[in-house]
């Protein structure tokens, strides 16, 4: 599902708010998700889970197309845990 299946789905559960709405509030919050994930902080949603940053390490890598090795630098990269309760859904 990509974010326009999602804003159609929302539309077709609850016709009461304009779509400009829906599509706005979908904007937002993964706007804020994101910026959470930018200052290295952790965003939890209750029985979802939970997004968060972790760190690669500096490492030595090859490069698929030549086969030389190359340093790749650390760098951040975004998490996500399943909350149990989402895992348990997915299995039932």
Request: glycine share 2%; aromatic share 8%; proline share 3%.
């Amino acid at each position: 599902m990509n974010k326009s299946d999602l804003l159609r789905k929302l539309k077709e559960k609850k016709d009461t708010f304009p779509e400009e709405d829906l599509e706005s509030s979908i904007n937002l919050i993964l706007h804020f998700i994101s910026r959470t994930l930018q200052e290295a902080n952790r965003v939890e949603i209750r029985n979802f889970g939970t997004f968060s940053v972790r760190k690669r390490a500096k490492r030595l890598s090859r490069n698929p197309k030549t086969g030389t090795s190359v340093y790749v630098e650390s760098k951040n990269h975004p998490y996500f845990r399943a909350s149990k309760n989402l895992k348990e859904s997915l299995n039932h």
